[in-house]
């Protein structure tokens, strides 16, 4: 069964911190998808990247960057400089390639203050 | 390019009763999923319609049912509401069937009394 685990409930940096969001997974399958999503207070989940498991490059956009590992099956998520407007919450979410079924963690709510 | 838009964004009612949500998916996608949001938790999957088919369902018991229309616009229905389906639903569109990014709606927020 899949299984998505944000062990992180919520975490508080300032302005221009750089942060860590730990996103660990399970699965039994060998070809799986790994998501990112952002979620503000208006409700509407934002999506921010896609990873196949046969693609271990780690990635970078702009302020975001991604560090998947197979070995230790963790997809994290590094935010640079952080700014308030990042404050949210962030899922990161898994889906075998089998199933159209998303599984999402339950979420890491992350609060930039100035 | 209109996105994801679903309807009503608020909802009360009362338990026993019967509700339906609406969902237009982002312009260009065949795939409709929906979501129940429980407050402080992640989105658990309810199922996912495809050319007017139920693809897959997750953990909902059959008080749950949907639709998929030919415009590929689809509706939630729960019947004989509990407490427990208080929540935000949210209803996601795709492209196809290979697992690609699926673009979300702000959410219907249900309350139930």
């Known amino acids: 069964a899949q299984k998505v685990t944000q062990a992180q409930t919520e975490i508080s940096v300032v302005e221009k911190e750089d942060v860590t969001l730990d996103c660990v997974y399970e699965?039994?399958?060998?070809?799986?998808?790994l998501f990112w999503y952002k979620q503000p207070p208006s409700g509407e989940l934002v999506f921010l990247i896609r990873?196949?498991?046969?693609?271990?490059q780690n990635e970078i956009s702009g302020r975001y960057s991604w560090n998947f590992q197979k070995s230790t099956s963790s997809f994290n998520f590094t935010i640079t400089a952080s700014q308030v407007v990042d404050s949210a919450v962030y899922f990161c979410a898994l889906s075998e390639v089998q199933s159209t079924d998303m599984r999402f963690g339950a979420g890491t709510r992350l609060t930039v203050k100035p | 390019d209109a996105g994801v838009t679903q309807s009503p964004t608020h909802l009360i009612k009362t338990r026993g009763q019967q509700v339906t949500l609406r969902c237009s998916p982002k312009?260009?996608?065949?795939?409709v999923s929906w979501y129940q949001q429980a407050l402080g938790q992640g989105p658990q999957f309810i199922f996912q319609y495809y050319e007017e088919e139920e693809r897959q369902r997750g953990n909902f018991p059959d008080r749950f049912s949907g639709h998929q229309f030919p415009n590929y616009s689809s509706e939630l229905n729960v019947n004989a509401l509990l407490l427990g389906d208080s929540a935000l639903y949210l209803c996601a569109s795709s492209l196809g069937q290979d697992n690609q990014p699926q673009h979300f709606g702000d959410g219907t927020r249900l309350s139930i009394l």
């Open positions: 312009s260009g996608h065949d795939t």
């Open positions: 699965t039994r399958d060998t070809t799986y998808y």
């Open positions: 990873r196949n498991s046969f693609d271990e």
